[in-house]
């Protein structure tokens, strides 16, 4: 570097007499420079291009292009993909989109399929799309990265032209206030007594005729079991009446079952009217009755 800088001046004379951009292009080298030690990629590849030009002194254009290479390689990449999504679902790729990068504008007004340099480092990407909210994306590429894809998509914030508005919800004026509801009332069917009636009858039946024949199961196992001398039809008795107490308990589960369905399965109807118990004193003691109509 310290080599090529104490030639320019000769090169600079040598250059005066060939050609009138020997300043342009010996300025552009040492602007160059600093910047390749910033890591400012993007800024130092425009100025080398500049100094590259094969009209350029040698001593500048040979350190130029390979500084340029250099740069080249190390400057990374990306390619950006957009697209719009509508309130309807509808999804397409676009292209008419704006960005900048750091406030600085990157791409004016379209985007091109191939890649765009940025320098290595952490970056705050704008993107704006007629029609949608600016969305902004921050993203950190490294030195050397090469056609890192950016994928950004613009999401309707308003309701899509052309779309009818939503009818009104209607309001009662203040003077017709809102109906109440019709009152409902579950009646209990008759069935529903009939069939738990019967359920509890055939209950007490099952337990007291299983509670006969395990007695008297238990007489003969006591009494004549040991000797083989119980009579044939005490045995059959008892489990006869065991046999009949197992049968009337399952009757009466079934009995209760059609029970519960009944009851959880009745319709709803309108209430015609409602009862109530009423008691209360008088004067002869206390008194009871039904108050309503039906």
Not at 49 to 54: D, G, L, M, Y
């Amino acid at each position: 570097m310290l080599a090529w800088v104490a030639s320019v001046p000769d090169a600079r004379a040598q250059g005066d007499r060939s050609s009138p951009d020997v300043e342009a292009c010996f300025a552009a080298a040492e602007k160059a420079q600093p910047l390749m030690k910033q890591r400012k990629l993007r800024a130092a590849q425009r100025d080398l291009e500049v100094c590259a030009r094969e009209s350029c002194p040698r001593a500048a254009r040979t350190d130029c292009r390979t500084w340029l290479a250099d740069v080249t390689r190390a400057e990374p990449t990306v390619v950006f993909v957009a697209r719009e999504e509508r309130r309807n679902g509808e999804s397409r790729a676009v292209e008419d989109v704006r960005v900048t990068v750091d406030g600085e504008v990157l791409v004016a007004a379209h985007l091109e399929v191939s890649a765009v340099g940025l320098d290595p480092g952490v970056h705050t990407l704008t993107f704006v799309h007629a029609g949608f909210d600016p969305v902004e994306q921050r993203i950190d590429v490294r030195e050397g990265e090469r056609d890192r894809e950016v994928d950004v998509v613009f999401r309707a914030s308003a309701p899509l032209a052309g779309t009818p508005p939503a009818p009104p919800v209607p309001v009662l004026p203040p003077d017709r206030p809102v109906p109440p509801e019709a009152p409902t009332s579950r009646p209990v069917p008759v069935a529903v007594y009939g069939l738990a009636g019967a359920a509890v009858v055939t209950l007490g039946i099952g337990v007291v005729m299983e509670g006969l024949g395990l007695s008297d199961r238990s007489h003969l196992v006591d009494t004549c079991q040991p000797t083989r001398s119980c009579a044939p039809s005490d045995v059959d008795s008892a489990r006869n009446r065991v046999m009949a107490g197992d049968i009337a308990l399952g009757v009466s589960a079934l009995l209760f079952a059609g029970t519960a369905y009944v009851y959880f399965t009745r319709d709803t109807q309108p209430a015609s009217g409602s009862l109530r118990l009423r008691l209360g004193p008088s004067a002869k003691g206390v008194f009871a009755g039904l108050e309503g109509s039906l």
